[in-house]
């Protein structure tokens, strides 16, 4: 559970103190990673809002892992964290 509540505050911090200095929506929504049609889409801050309120990450999180995890649309914490540790 530490490891989980780092997550979040690691990445809040990531979004909002480094992306989030200047919103650039129309450039967010291009190159968005999310493949789940959404009106939160290049919208960072609510899409991030949104998940964490739920303990989830946003797609982007698990794009990077990879496209199939992004594609599962499984946005929890948990199975983020055992992609994380099955890398
Ligand atoms: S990660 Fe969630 S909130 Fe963000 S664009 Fe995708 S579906 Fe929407």
Redesign the pocket.
Known sequence: MVYLNYLVIITRKLFFDRIMTECKQEERKVN?T?T?D?H??GKCCE?LD??LAMSQL??CAFAKISKEAERSYNRDFDYFATLVLKK
């Open positions: 968005c999310c789940y959404c939160r889409r899409c949104y998940h946003p797609g």
